[in-house]
């Protein structure tokens, strides 16, 4: 009797969810990009916040992690002018896509082909 080959224990894609997570290397990096000082008061740097909001899509990529104290963290989620002034320079600074991934990019191309082989048609 043929006996069915057991399925991975994990994903070999990050799901939808998980994406937005910041790996250890990428947390890493940014700390290290900053000398480990908040991106607003430079002060040393507990966190990592979402320049592009996790709960708008923004993933957890370099461009889109900014280093920020617990105090100028809790000043970006609640104080609009913070965020959008935190925002601006990181489109100045990485563009307007900063928050994508690769993943991203890839299905907005596709995207992007497809409806150009609609219209030819």
């Known amino acids: 009797m043929l006996r069915p080959a057991p399925k991975p224990k994990h994903r070999k894609k990050a799901s939808k969810?998980?994406?937005?997570?910041?790996?250890?290397?990428?947390?890493?990096?940014?700390?290290?990009?900053y000398n480990?000082?908040?991106?607003?008061?430079?002060?040393?740097?507990?966190?990592i916040h979402h320049v592009h909001l996790r709960s708008r899509s923004?993933?957890?990529?370099f461009e889109n992690g900014c280093p920020l104290c617990t105090t100028c963290h809790q000043k970006a989620?609640?104080?609009p002018e913070v965020l959008r002034a935190i925002k601006e320079d990181y489109?100045?600074?990485?563009?307007a896509d900063h928050f994508?991934?690769?993943r991203d990019k890839l299905e907005e191309a596709e995207w992007e082909?497809?409806?150009?082989?609609?219209e030819e048609r």
Do not use: N, W
């Open 91 to 95: 489109v100045r600074r990485y563009g």
């Open 36 to 47: 480990y000082q908040c991106y607003l008061c430079m002060s040393p740097a507990t966190e």
């Open 17 to 33: 969810k998980h994406r937005g997570d910041f790996p250890k290397s990428v947390r890493d990096e940014i700390y290290q990009h």
């Open 77 to 79: 989620h609640h104080k």
């Open 113 to 118: 082909y497809a409806k150009k082989l609609a």
């Open 58 to 61: 923004g993933r957890g990529v």
């Open 100 to 102: 994508k991934d690769e």
